[in-house]
């Protein structure tokens, strides 16, 4: 899978409890929590919009 040429900062407010649960989950995977948050997001927007979602885009990668 290839990297996404550009980053954008997404922040959010999440239980402590929460957090840190999930931050074991991902030590457990071997992948930080940014890996996994960026998983969700690609997964999801690829359910949504398919596997082409960038085709037609106006902000297209380089």
């Known amino acids: ?10 922040t959010l407010l999440i239980d402590p409890e929460k957090k840190a649960a999930f931050e074991e989950l991902c ?3 071997d992948v ?3 890996q996994k948050v960026r998983q969700f997001i690609r ?9 082409n ?4 885009r106006t ?3 380089d």
């Open 1 to 10: 899978m290839s990297k996404e040429n550009r980053t954008a900062r997404l």
């Open 27 to 29: 030590k457990a995977e």
């Open 32 to 34: 930080t929590p940014s």
């Open 43 to 51: 997964e999801y927007v690829e359910q949504r919009l398919g596997d």
């Open 53 to 56: 979602w960038r085709e037609g």
């Open 59 to 61: 902000n297209k990668p």
